[in-house]
């Protein structure tokens, strides 16, 4: 079973059990959850439900595990040639880090094993 959610401007294909980096929430606690409400698509015991843009009634729960989660550090220079100027910055994504914990979508079965 999956479902493929929106965040922000993003969207990510989710599981139960997955470990997802999303963009960084200030309002994000470490053992709490976040709810998603805007599912875009969700499949499960062999049926699909497609939103026209959303599911209505569809949410997906995530764990917080890390509420501030660093990404790789990137370096941006700018050189002027023949000029002797050059101009040098930096950037560094924060996130949160989530595990997503359950699917609820209104009429599609969970496929037992």
């Not at 805007?38 to 015991?45: F, P």
């Not at 990137?74 to 040098?88: A, G, V």
């Amino acid at each position: 079973m999956f479902a493929i959610i929106e965040d922000g401007s993003r969207q990510y294909r989710v599981a139960p059990g997955e470990k997802l980096s999303i963009d960084y929430r200030r309002d994000a606690e470490e053992g709490g959850t976040i709810t998603f409400d805007r599912v875009l698509l969700a499949n499960g015991g062999g049926s699909s439900t497609i939103g026209a843009p959303l599911i209505d009634g569809a949410t997906v729960t995530a764990e917080v595990l890390r509420a501030l989660d660093k990404g790789q550090k990137l370096e941006i220079q700018k050189l002027r040639r023949r000029k002797n100027s050059r101009r040098h910055t930096g950037h560094r994504q924060k996130y949160t880090t989530v595990q997503v914990t359950g699917l609820n979508v209104p009429g599609l079965e969970e496929k037992s094993e």
